[in-house]
């Protein structure tokens, strides 16, 4: 067999695609091993527990807590940053003159350029007053006796952390959504508006409902983004630890898996209980991140019934 | 010419230009760059020292990192810096990781109990048992009783009392914790609680390093935490006085921990090489003391041997940094308002800097 310049390129090709796959492969392995101690130790609660105790012969390490306080976040920052981004995409593409929206691609796709560490200094030093004294001084004065809006009174808060979670994941959902939109044929457009629609009417009926599968795509790799950051939430979020870090008010300190891991990881010894304990952090992490993707892709074959990129 | 080109060779002179930069940096400039991490505590300190030395030794250059002492205590393990710094001493199961670790106390600081209150300036007085209660989350309020009572002259406000703590593994918890253990039985044998680098906070916010601590107090309302004197006062924050045990308020000041170094660390304390996880400077029995002090320690392997890629030059090197900052370096600490070490506490040191050895030898002779 002669190796032809085609076959050398399509062997490399394929050696590079499964790289990626073996990279997913060696770190969910190695997360499992060196989960193993911990698991073992604490089974079932390590995941439903609520207890964290560090102190040397006295080790506990639960881990509910993290789990939901990263759902908590992620929740509130799709909350804010979905309808903010699909906004900006369908202004740019649907609304906006030329003159304005090309600056303003410009300027979303460059917020995501930013480092998070930049919008986590940001947040400690202006933005959490803002959120302080707009938002959450005024929910807590007037609905404060619901639990979801009582008030820890400090600014870094579960809240906060989600909120600027939303201004970091807009970026990718805006600019992937405008993608999307502007690949609507236009044939779509003319026949909404030739059968008597709304501007209004043609962009959530046909253009929105067209793209939504690429537009779910979006919202999905924004999700991503927002479970796995790390450095803005573990300044902004205050850092909770243990039972007290259970998501319950908007307004309390609480912690994600990733912060959680920010936090103390660097301060372990190698083949210690605590150290096994944030290898199954991450190994948890890593199994809710492939759970959101699977899941999505899910959902949009077989809810959107999407095949070979088209919807049906 | 074609622009492609242009801008290949202009690629490549850049690399070729960065590359030499490089190499000239790291080549045989003669400068010998000893790595240390760990207690952010005695940083302030540590990086005066630092500075002067390189003045003093042009061909030594000295990086600490102020990542916290439970970073610092792993890196020793991990035999991947040529020191490391901690304000606890190590433990048993850590000291069977790290055999043959070296204490060496090189320098005794105090922990303020720092607040943001509008109006109130320093020196509003608490007890052990009362600083407990916040931090347990047992005292909500400012205007708590057991608050007013000590301070009839102060007004406080009926707001919630706004916790902050350290949410890395630090020294500065784990002598603050300990002060907490022997002021306060539930503290002591709280679910969760008593002493250690860290623990599970029953409330408040976790901010990392004692700058962070100091910066959050500073911009939250009605907030208190814990920091070491010099960045309370390089913040320019109000702090407690703390009722010591002779019942007096002492508040924290170069004296008032001097007073504490000399009262507790003059005698008992055990040598280099033995272990001082029983050793604290906490409430010195002296009228003017102040309760919360406590050493910083440098840790070192006695057999510098022990980490890869020592030479003699570097063995050479770290022994005699470490002999400066225990003898000369001592002078800085007032003006940064850390105490000087007793001389009793020099002699130890000096003694354990004088057993380290590489290739069996003695390093320094």
Known sequence: MKLTGDKIFKISATIIATSALAILLITGYTLAVGSVPVIQKFGLNFFFGQQWNPIEGKEVFNILPYVLGTLATSGIALLIGVPLSLGIAVFLVEMAPKSLSVPISYLVELLSAVPSVIYGLWGLFIFQFWMRDYIQIPLTKYLGWIPLFSSSQSSLNIFTAGAILAIMIIPTIASISKEVISAVPNSIREGAYSIGATKWEVIHRWVLSYGRSGIFGAIILGLGRAVGETMAVAMLIGNAIGPVAMPISLFQPGQTMASLIANGFLDTTRGSLASSTYIGVGLTLLFISLIINVGAHVVMTRVFKVKGGAVE | ?365
Request: aromatic share 8%.
């Open chain 2, 1 to 365: 010419m074609n622009t492609k080109y242009t801008i290949v060779i202009a690629i490549v002179a850049i690399a070729i230009i960065a590359g030499a930069i490089v190499a000239y940096t790291y080549s045989d400039s003669g400068i010998i760059v000893l790595n240390g991490t760990g207690a952010s505590f005695p940083y302030p300190l540590l990086d005066e020292m630092i500075k002067d030395y390189e003045t003093i030794k042009h061909n030594v250059q000295v990086d600490y990192n102020p990542s916290g002492s439970g970073a610092g205590v792993s890196a020793l393990i991990d035999k991947i810096v040529d020191f490391a710094g901690s304000d606890a001493p190590l433990s048993t199961s850590e000291t069977e990781k790290a055999p043959n670790t070296l204490h060496i106390p090189e320098t005794i600081g105090s922990i303020a109990i720092v607040y943001n209150i509008a109006d109130v300036p320093s020196g509003l007085k608490l007890t052990g048992q009362i600083v407990a209660d916040i931090f347990q989350g047992k005292i909500t309020k400012w205007n708590d009783s057991a608050i007013t009572k000590l301070n009839p002259e102060v007004t406080l406000p009926s707001d919630t009392i706004n916790v902050i703590h350290r949410s890395d593994s630090s020294g500065t918890t784990f002598i603050f914790t300990g002060y907490l253990s022997t002021s306060s039985t539930s503290w002591k044998n709280g679910e969760g609680l008593g002493q250690g680098k860290a623990i599970s906070w029953p409330t408040g916010i976790g901010a990392q390093g004692n700058a962070a601590v100091a910066q959050t107090v500073n911009t939250t309302k009605n907030s208190i935490g814990y920091v070491e004197l010099a960045y309370a006062i390089d913040a320019k924050m109000t702090y407690a006085a703390i009722q010591n045990p002779s019942g007096n308020y002492i508040l924290p000041t170069l004296e008032s921990t001097t007073v504490a170094a000399q009262a507790r660390a003059s005698s008992g304390l055990p040598a280099g090489s033995e272990s001082w996880s029983n050793v604290n400077l906490l409430n010195a029995n002296d009228a003017n003391a102040y309760p919360i002090v406590g050493f910083s320690y440098i840790m070192v392997y006695k057999e510098l041997d022990d980490i890869p890629e020592m030479t003699q030059e570097r063995a050479t090197a770290i022994c005699e940094f470490l002999w400066y900052v225990i003898h000369d370096g001592q002078n800085l600490a007032k003006q940064v308002n850390y105490a000087p070490l007793p001389s009793n506490v020099v002699e130890i040191n000096s003694a354990t800097i004088k057993s380290i050895t590489f290739n069996n030898q003695p390093v320094l002779k």
